[in-house]
């Protein structure tokens, strides 16, 4: 059964950084996407970033580009984010997210298997 477990959310004042990871397994196929999305209170959920582990291809969302990251490391079955210069408007609930076919798109509507999300929080 496909299971995805994020961690690393917490409290950071302005500015700081935050490395959120993302556990995946029970995939039986070699190549599927993962995506980060988020949500904030009274606001839809948004698309942050993917990356495909076909190909290596990348995306983000254009609040996050020059400041997040989003990287796997194959061998652990993880994906991480990086999340540098974090601003107030960063702050929500960030979810990982897993799809097959390994296309790299951040619509929500695209991912079938979600994890239960971490929070972060940004304020001083």
């Known amino acids: 059964q496909l299971q995805l477990v994020e961690s690393g959310g917490g409290l950071v004042q302005p500015g700081g950084s935050l490395r959120l990871s993302c556990a995946v397994s029970?995939?039986?196929?070699?190549?599927?996407?993962i995506g980060w999305f988020r949500q904030a209170p009274g606001k839809e959920r948004e698309g942050v970033s993917c990356?495909?582990?076909?190909?290596?291809?990348?995306n983000y969302a254009d609040s996050v580009k020059g400041r997040f990251t989003i990287s796997r490391d194959d061998a652990k079955n993880m994906v991480y984010l990086q999340m540098n210069s974090l601003k107030p408007e960063d702050t929500a609930v960030y979810y990982c997210?897993?799809?097959?076919?390994?296309?790299?798109?951040?619509?929500?509507?695209?991912?079938?298997?979600w994890g239960q999300g971490t929070q972060v929080t940004v304020s001083s």
């Open positions: 997210a897993a799809r097959v076919p390994p296309g790299c798109t951040i619509r929500a509507d695209r991912f079938d298997s």
């Open positions: 029970g995939f039986t196929v070699d190549y599927y996407a």
């Open positions: 990356i495909s582990t076909s190909v290596g291809s990348t």
